[in-house]
């Protein structure tokens, strides 16, 4: 399995921007699916995107579209999530995940974690 480290978290104001970077060990994590997951206080983990390989699209949850953007840099081992326009709702523990298996939406299907970093959008 890959370890995996968040980065970038902190807390903006509503409308700023943030950047997470996930830094990953392993040899096999350039060949993985990556995706980016969320969990606000009291709520369950929830998609936010996914890039399945070098050069396909990424996938989005409904509530980031037009706002968040996923990439991959796999000659560093690193999965970005740009994120732009925020909103108090946005805030959350922010976790990365890598090698799926199965519904990619599901947290169930990812098989190494993050710790998670923090995001927090003032209003």
């Known amino acids: 399995q890959a370890q995996l480290v968040e980065s970038g978290g902190g807390l903006v104001q509503a409308g700023g921007s943030l950047r997470l970077s996930c830094a990953a060990s392993?040899?096999?994590?350039?060949?993985?699916?990556k995706a980016w997951f969320r969990q606000a206080p009291g709520k369950e983990r929830e998609f936010v995107a996914a890039i399945i390989a070098s050069g396909s699209k990424p996938d989005y949850a409904d509530s980031v579209k037009g706002r968040f953007t996923i990439s991959r840099d796999d000659a560093k081992n690193t999965v970005y999530l740009q994120m732009n326009s925020l909103k108090p709702e946005d805030t959350a523990v922010y976790y990365c995940a890598a090698g799926v298996s199965g519904n990619y939406y599901s947290d169930y299907a990812w098989g190494s974690w993050g710790q998670g970093t923090q995001v927090t959008v003032s209003s």
């Open positions: 392993g040899r096999t994590f350039s060949r993985n699916a």
